[in-house]
């Protein structure tokens, strides 16, 4: 499994950037797919979430100007980012889950890319 993750870049503070995360076969094997980002000296944690039901879920610092999406058909989940700040910086991982057996989870990750807001 490879998850391919792009769009990461630099943006001013208000301004908007779409990242893609591409995967190798069907999406429909995972049972979720995310967003995860670490700033350096935090920790990595979640950005957005999508379930293969298409439910979402989002950090609170992100709700209202970040939206995840699925695009089955090619296989991509998308993080669409506006209204930027500089607290948004980070390195942004693609996330997939596999739930098997009795709740067992599999992470899959995609290399990060980065995101810069400053002016």
């Known amino acids: 499994v490879q998850l391919q993750a792009s769009g990461g870049g630099l943006v001013q503070p208000g301004g908007s950037l779409r990242l893609s995360c591409a995967t190798s076969?069907?999406?429909?094997?995972?049972?979720?797919m995310g967003w995860y980002r670490q700033a350096p000296g935090n920790q990595r944690e979640l950005v957005a979430g999508?379930?293969?039901?298409?439910?979402?879920n989002y950090a609170d610092s992100v709700k209202g100007r970040f939206t995840i999406s699925r695009d089955n058909a090619k296989n991509t989940v998308y993080l669409q980012m506006n209204s930027l700040k500089p607290e948004d910086t980070a390195v942004y991982y693609c996330?997939?889950?596999?739930?098997?057996?009795?709740?067992?989870?599999?992470?899959?990750w995609g290399q990060g890319t980065l995101v810069t807001v400053s002016s």
């Open positions: 996330n997939a889950v596999f739930v098997y057996g009795l709740g067992s989870r599999y992470d899959y």
């Open positions: 076969g069907s999406i429909f094997r995972f049972n979720a």
């Open positions: 999508i379930t293969s039901g298409g439910i979402t």
